[in-house]
């Protein structure tokens, strides 16, 4: 059973970076896998739907005051993650161009080595085939 203060998480994804415009006025939708939009309401969404009276609203102040907050926390805690996903995404990118330039200057240093053995080699072992 989940914790009742647990949201979920919610990665971005390298090919659509997981933003999705969002129009005033409209429930935040978040990428959850390729193709697959899960829409959150925010509060002041469920307070237009349920047509809260001023009695109702003014009852509720003090919960509904703690769910925006909760609210921005969230938006800048979403933020963050995007931010530190893209900064990762990045590295790792520039790790793996990394990795393939250094394999084949690998290649080629392995060329030029076998190259240097075969002139150095006595003759006959140059009729030796790998």
Avoid at 16 to 34: A, F, S
Avoid at 67 to 80: G, H, N, P
Wanted: contains cysteine; proline residues 4%.
């Amino acid at each position: 059973m989940a914790h009742k203060n647990h949201l979920p998480f919610v990665l971005s994804f390298p090919r659509t970076g997981g933003r999705i415009q969002q129009k005033q006025g409209e429930p935040i939708r978040v990428l959850l896998k390729e193709g697959i939009v899960k829409t959150f309401k925010t509060i002041d969404d469920l307070i237009r739907e349920k047509d809260l009276s001023a009695e109702e609203l003014e009852r509720h102040q003090e919960l509904i005051e703690e769910c925006r907050t909760r609210e921005a926390q969230l938006k800048e805690y979403s933020r963050a993650t995007r931010e530190s996903m893209r900064r990762m995404t990045e590295e790792l990118d520039r790790m793996s161009r990394t990795a393939e330039e250094l394999w084949q200057e690998a290649q080629r240093l392995s060329q030029r080595v076998n190259g240097i053995y075969l002139h150095v080699a006595p003759v006959p072992m140059r009729k030796v085939y790998h």
